[in-house]
């Protein structure tokens, strides 16, 4: 009987779909959820860089009117009666951890190395079994080269793995002048994971009341091929876990990633249109189509159609419609 385990980040999963960080996994009742309907793993809502900055600078303002963060931060905060954001999203670790068996990895959605990354202990302490980092900066400042932005993400996995002893992941976006120097770089530096690729809120225009409005907010059926791209060109050049994510919405496009070499998948658009128990459906068919190819585990054909292995490695890098689709009708 085929068996859908998974390693991700080197934590045991029982199904290669992960829970992606979103609404659907604020709340000990909706991760109970997503574990009974079969989810491998759940990644929590992100707390943000400012949400955590700003906590510490108010409770420090308020015992020592100095604006620094020194480490007993937490031990005072937990002093408090008045619980914040920051505290609740521990609380929230602690009581998932009791309340499922399913590895719980906390996100931090940030774009510096600043003095948050304090903040990645106590997620360890609170007993999260890894961290994934949500990490962006859109490249506005006409000022800062390319360079300087993505030295940012090297700054924050170093200073984050020199804080925890758990996994760490960074989900990262496409948008990147040399996307795989960037992410062979950051797993010589160790980082456990990478999720590719974020999906971003993107702004959109009324043209009748010529106001701004906010574009889709979830994804489509169609949005995972440049995920499934890139798993493909860069699982077999890697160390470290990948999680394809974005537009993965049926057990074929789950199977399509786990072919290209992902360890698993991150889905939240799909789940918000199905429900949590949606994943007990996609188990389901990926198990068949697994009895049907007679694999009998993951591992049998994961990374069986990466680049290297596929029989036309030259299509993951085709990008020009114009040669191959000259005589393309409709
Ligand atoms: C409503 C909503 C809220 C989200 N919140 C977060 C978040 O807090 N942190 C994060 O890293 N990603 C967040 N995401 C992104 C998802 O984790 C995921 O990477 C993205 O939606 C692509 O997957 P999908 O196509 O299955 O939706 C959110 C997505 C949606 C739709």
């Not at 992960?18 to 996994?25: E, K, M, N, V």
């Not at 031990?75 to 008045?82: A, L, N, Q, T, V």
């Not at 949005?223 to 860069?234: A, C, F, H, P």
Request: hydrophobic share 40%; with cysteine.
């Amino acid at each position: 009987m085929p068996n859908l385990t998974t390693n991700y980040l080197g934590l045991d999963l029982s199904s290669p779909i992960i829970a992606a960080s979103s609404g659907l996994t604020d709340s000990i009742e909706k991760l109970i959820e997503l574990e009974v309907h079969g989810a491998g793993a759940i990644v929590l809502k992100s707390l943000f860089e400012e949400e955590i900055i700003m906590e510490m600078d108010e409770q420090m303002l308020a015992m020592t009117s100095r604006p620094y963060v020194y480490p007993e931060t937490f031990d005072y905060m937990d002093e408090d009666p008045k619980e914040d954001t920051v505290r609740k999203y521990l609380r929230l670790i602690q009581e998932a951890k009791s309340a499922v068996s399913i590895p719980i990895i906390a996100s931090i959605n940030c774009v510096s190395a600043q003095k948050w990354t304090y903040f990645a202990q106590e997620i360890e302490k609170a007993g999260a079994d890894a961290i994934e980092i949500n990490l962006f900066v859109l490249p506005t400042d006409m000022n800062r080269t390319g360079d300087e932005n993505e030295q940012i993400y090297y700054d924050v996995l170093k200073t984050v793995k020199e804080q925890v002893a758990i996994p760490v992941a960074l989900k990262i976006s496409p948008y990147h002048s040399n996307l795989s120097n960037l992410i062979s770089r950051l797993d010589e530096m160790a980082v456990d994971g990478v999720v590719m690729f974020n999906r971003f809120y993107s702004p959109d225009f009324d043209i009748n009341n010529l106001t701004v409005t906010s574009g889709q907010v979830l994804s489509s059926s169609d949005d995972y091929k440049n995920s499934l791209r890139w798993t493909g060109i860069m699982s077999e050049r890697l160390k470290c876990s990948i999680a394809g994510t974005t537009g993965i919405h049926t057990s074929e496009s789950i199977i399509k990633h786990i072919l290209a070499g992902a360890d698993a998948v991150q889905l939240a658009s799909i789940l918000y249109k199905n429900g949590p128990e949606y994943i007990d459906i996609l188990n389901k068919e990926i198990f068949s189509w697994m009895e049907k190819q007679g694999f009998k585990s993951l591992q049998e054909f994961k990374g069986k159609m990466s680049q290297n292995k596929s029989n036309d490695p030259a299509a993951f890098e085709r990008v020009q419609f114009m040669k191959q689709f000259r005589n393309f009708v409709m």
